[in-house]
T-cell receptor, first 109, second 115 residues
């Protein structure tokens, strides 16, 4: 069964803390995406990965293809980082995205 | 321009109404998508258009009718909806996959309420 599992489901942090959100998937993929969704709806693409590591500002995403696992890290977290973070994958050569259930992050000042 | 624009942002419609959701992008993307998202759930794929042709229909009821009039526009025509169809409808676009994954750009969504 093709599955995408995220952990934790909910995460509360204090401003300034280092945050890690994890994503595991069950079978081989062609790419993994990290997405951010704020209350009110719109989804923003943060990263698309097929190997290694990417960094953008305070955000870092890593992927281990052998272990079928990816992590999203946020350094020096800020209340504006509060959002739902969603992991999604493309299986094989498909354009279809399969989504994890999301991690709701709350960063308190 | 890296935006996907959806209109309207909010829509309330009766079960006998006909309405349309619109989505527009000017990034030259040739794949466009409709997703449905219920509260506190991940998005669910409804349709994929690739080069203006319907390539994926995830067994969506016929009361939802997609249309791709050109490479920049995607519509979702709604007719005889049910209250359980109330949700956030998200449009996305990407460079066409053609066997490879590409980054998806999402719109802000249309929040639909069926009364």
């Amino acid at each position: 069964k093709n599955e995408v599992e995220q952990s934790p489901q909910n995460l509360t942090a204090q401003e300034g803390e280092f945050i890690t959100i994890n994503c595991s998937y069950s079978v081989g993929i062609s790419a993994l995406h990290w997405l951010q969704q704020h209350p009110g709806g719109g989804i923003v693409s943060l990263f698309m990965l097929s190997s290694g590591k990417k960094k953008h500002g305070r955000l870092i995403a890593t992927i281990n293809i052998q272990e079928k696992h990816s992590s999203l890290h946020i350094t020096a977290s800020h209340p504006r980082d509060s959002a739902v973070y969603i992991c999604a994958v493309n299986w094989g050569g498909s354009e279809k995205l399969v989504f994890g259930k999301g991690t709701k992050l709350t960063v308190n000042p | 321009d890296t935006e996907v624009t959806q209109t309207p942002k909010h829509l309330v419609m009766g079960m006998t109404n006909k309405k349309s959701l619109k989505c527009e992008q000017h990034m030259g993307h040739r794949a466009m998508y409709w997703y449905k998202q219920k509260a506190k759930k991940p998005p669910e794929l409804m349709f994929v258009y690739s080069y203006e042709k319907l390539s994926i229909n995830e067994s969506v009821p016929s009361r939802f009718s997609p249309e791709c009039p050109n490479s920049s526009l995607l519509n979702l025509h709604l007719h005889a909806l049910q209250p359980e169809d109330s949700a956030l409808y998200l449009c996305a676009s990407s460079q066409t996959g053609q066997g490879r994954a590409t980054e998806a750009f999402f719109g802000q969504g249309t929040r639909l309420t069926v009364v």
